[in-house]
């Protein structure tokens, strides 16, 4: 099992409808990241959040520490959203507390 | 102007090579890091590096070295390539413990 568990691994949904992906770890962390990699291969930090909620225009990150559970929000998801998004744990792992572990992430498909 | 960047962005060599990557970032940042993505599109940390203290992946062979000339820069050294080394390498910076920024990432293609 791994230690950050994404949830959809594919998720297609149609323009303008709210997406959620979930997120699971088994690690102790120091803060729980959200990432997103664009169809052309780049990597964007879009979260970084150790409690509560936070939120960057259509995009909402919630975080429970006692569950182990994080969760992405997309409300009037768009085609531009289409993307893989990955949920990564940050803790002090051998050292350096930027280490992250990351899920296997979730593509996400939206469709006009 | 570009944040973290990677050079080459692709890189292909044979079997048995010695090859660099270089990684730049100019946010002044003390804390870089190499990420290696395989043909899963599965990421994982190689090392991670800050002014003082590098920290390495105990899974990552000792064919790859970290060699950091300045805080600005960490490049990955890899000695006598293999076909598994195949994958997309990312570097990464932040000033700990904040959110990390990436670079383009350098598709390498070993054959």
């Known amino acids: 099992k791994n230690e950050v568990e994404q949830s959809p691994q594919n998720l297609t949904a149609q323009e303008g409808e709210f997406i959620t992906i979930n997120c699971s770890y088994s690690v102790g962390i120091s803060a729980l990241h959200w990432l997103q990699q664009h169809p052309g291969g780049g990597i964007v930090s879009l979260f970084m959040?150790?409690?509560g909620k936070k939120k960057h225009g259509r995009l909402i990150a919630t975080i429970n520490i006692q569950e182990k559970h994080s969760s992405l929000h997309i409300t009037a998801s768009h085609p531009r959203d289409s993307a893989v998004y990955i949920c990564?744990?940050?803790?002090?792992?051998?050292?350096?507390?930027?280490?992250?572990?990351f899920g296997k992430g979730t593509k996400l498909s939206v469709k006009p | 102007d570009t944040a973290v960047s990677q050079t080459p962005k692709y890189l292909v060599t044979q079997m048995g090579n010695d090859k660099s990557i270089k990684c730049e970032q100019n946010?002044?940042?003390?804390?870089m890091y190499w990420y290696k993505q395989d043909s899963k599109k599965f990421l994982k940390i190689m090392f991670s590096?800050?002014?003082?203290?590098?920290?390495i992946n105990e899974t990552v062979p000792n064919r790859f070295s970290p060699k950091s000339p300045d805080k600005a820069h960490l490049n990955l050294h890899i000695n006598s390539l293999e076909l598994g080394d195949s994958a997309v390498y990312f570097c990464?910076?932040?000033?700990?413990?904040?959110?990390?920024?990436f670079g383009p990432g350098t598709r390498l293609t070993v054959t």
């Open positions: 590096y800050n002014n003082k203290e590098l920290i």
């Open positions: 990564a744990a940050g803790g002090d792992y051998g050292g350096s507390q930027g280490n992250l572990i």
């Open positions: 959040l150790s409690s």
């Open positions: 990464a910076s932040s000033q700990e413990p904040t959110r990390q920024y």
């Open positions: 946010l002044g940042h003390d804390t």
